[in-house]
């Protein structure tokens, strides 16, 4: 730092300018020992300043304002209930609850082997199909899916013929109600109904053969010969049950 000097020095004629350096300063301090000009003036032992700015003060940084909180919100208050009244618990929906409806039956039919029909899926998609439509009403419509656990066996035994029993069963999904039981008995009514005709009529043997070339040659090929018991299978049809199952 230094002391304020306003104004440049000037003796003799010799000038020394403010923010001189050293060589200035040397060739000023020959000069005033050396010359005899009025005013000279030995520069030893003289304290001089070199003009310095102004310290600058450090810059402040702004304080940092933390921003606000969101206002929380408020909770739903719980209802209260008026005075001399009770404030009722909440109602849940109850959940629906299915019941089943297993009917097992069979058809008596021959062309047909076992083996080959076990073993088979095509074929088993057929008789599905033909079992599905055969025993569809307005009331109880049945898709494929609801034909499960079919299979073939032979009937040379049992009835003494030559014949393959066909075991099936039409799986029925309702609401378990009251009346659940009443509606498995108006089932086994329309469908073994339904069933009979199909069966007497003949269409049950022609759905067969052409749900079999729906579904593949291979077992339009293996249908092709097929017959329907229908003595067989119309008793088979009387001798059909259900079971409920909630």
Sequence with gaps: GGLPYATDLVVGG???HDGFTWTDYLAAKTFFDTTTATGAE???GKCL???QPDP???PTSMPTTPKPSPAPTPAEPAPTAEP???TDAPTFKPTDVQAVIALESSVV???VEPDAFNSDPDMQEAMKGTIAQSATTAEYPIVKSDITEISAASTRRRLQSGGVEITYTIELRVEATDDAASIADDF???ATTALTTAVTSGDFATTLQAKAAEVSASAAVAFASVTVD???TTAAIEATTTTFIV
Excluded: F, M, S, W
């Design 14 to 16: 010799y000038i020394l």
């Design 56 to 58: 600058t003060a450090a």
């Design 109 to 111: 039919v021959e062309g």
């Design 84 to 86: 001399g009244k009770t």
């Design 49 to 51: 300043y070199k003009q």
């Design 42 to 44: 030995n520069l030893d």
């Design 188 to 190: 086994l009514e329309a």
């Design 230 to 232: 229908v003595t067989a």
